[in-house]
């Protein structure tokens, strides 16, 4: 009894698979890809783009600790001792502003007072009006 071809060649198909399957199955792949493979020839070889476009970068993101980085962040830098600075540096720019305006007023009202004090001064030099020569200076008791 001859078998047809068609037939022989499904049954080697069938024989072969089974046995690579068996074979594979006893080898330790991993081992022999680290020892025999060079990997990172391999990974040269891989366009990323493809695979970037594949990964869910909102799904990454959600499973971020950003309230846990961000506390990190702030002890890290000491925040709160920045804030404390600045806030003292504004404030202290803040006073030593006022102090020079209030030291530019301070000169504006002293200039202003000497210029009141020298007017009075020189009203009080001229002397009284005398009373006029027609009443013959009658009225000067009144």
């Known amino acids: 009894m001859i078998l047809p071809v068609r037939l022989l060649d499904r049954l080697a198909t069938h024989v ?13 792949l991993t081992r022999i ?8 020839r391999v990974v040269d070889a891989v366009d990323p783009d493809p695979v970037a476009a594949r990964v869910d ?3 990454i993101i959600a499973r971020i600790d950003l309230v846990g980085i961000a506390q990190m962040i702030v002890d890290e830098i000491d925040l709160p001792g920045i804030i ?3 806030t003292t540096s504004m404030a202290s720019e803040s006073v030593t502003g006022i102090r020079l305006q209030s030291a530019a007023a ?3 009202l002293n200039e202003l007072m000497s210029r009141l004090k020298l007017r009075r001064r020189t009203d ?3 002397p009284p009006s005398l009373p006029a020569a027609s009443d013959g200076g009658r009225d000067a008791g009144r």
């Open 33 to 40: 890809v680290l020892e025999r493979v060079d990997v990172a």
């Open 84 to 86: 404390r600075g600045s």
């Open 16 to 28: 072969v698979r089974r046995t690579v399957d068996v074979v594979l199955d006893r080898l330790d």
């Open 124 to 126: 009080a030099r001229v």
């Open 57 to 59: 970068i909102d799904a």
């Open 106 to 108: 301070d000169e504006r």
